[in-house]
């Protein structure tokens, strides 16, 4: 299958959805435990430490080598990661360039109202969103779709919380992408979302 990328600002429920995944039993998910205090985990650590390297390499060259090396440890140990830094740090370019002679990258690009976004962070008392403003994500929003749309990388938008609750919805998206082996059938779905999302 296509390596998959799940990602959003955070609080846009990319945990959910990843639990999805790992409830299915059909892939490799590279992701941290979940933290019941702040209702979210199941980050990747290796994408992060690879997208951190990756963008401190336009200032440091030397550490795009380590970015590169961490892609090609997850592409070959992992079916799917989740992390909010390759929408914010905005990473595409080099997983594709990295993953060009593979089956290269697909991304799953997870959407929640600005404000609401804003509001959940608050109630965990997360620091992370200090400085960021609703106008902001949306303007991010639209630096990845621009992004994905200029290097012809396949994705889909997810409206949180629509896909936790409208089978149909989820179904019909998921279709789009390249899910390996997995002939879900929509049963399928409306299983693991009640086993994941209630």
């Known amino acids: ?47 992060i430490l690879a997208n951190s390297l990756l963008y401190s390499s336009r200032k440091i ?20 990661a989740k992390s909010p830094t390759f929408f914010y740090l905005n990473t595409y370019h080099e997983w594709q360039k990295t993953l060009k002679n593979y089956k290269g990258i697909q991304v799953i690009l997870l959407k929640r109202d ?12 997360s620091n992370d969103w200090d400085n960021i403003d609703p106008t902001q994500i949306d303007n991010l929003w639209e630096e990845n779709i621009t992004t994905l749309d200029n290097l012809s990388i396949p994705y889909i938008t997810l409206e949180y919380p629509k896909f936790t609750k409208d089978s149909n919805y989820l179904y019909n998206n998921l279709l789009q992408l390249d899910l390996g082996n997995w002939k879900f059938s929509l049963e399928d779905i409306e299983n693991l979302m009640h086993k994941s999302f209630y």
Do not use: W
């Not at 990319?14 to 980050?43: C, H, W």
């Open 114 to 125: 600005a404000n609401k976004v804003i509001e959940s962070a608050k109630k965990i008392k």
């Open 1 to 47: 299958m296509t390596f998959t990328i799940i990602t959003g600002p955070g609080r846009c429920g990319s945990s959910a959805l990843t639990q999805f995944f790992i409830n299915s039993n059909k892939y490799r998910v590279d992701s941290t435990g979940f933290n019941p205090k702040m209702r979210a985990g199941y980050e990747s650590e290796h994408s």
């Open 61 to 80: 060259p030397a550490t795009r080598v380590l970015g590169i090396h961490k892609i090609f440890y997850l592409y070959n140990t992992s079916d799917i």
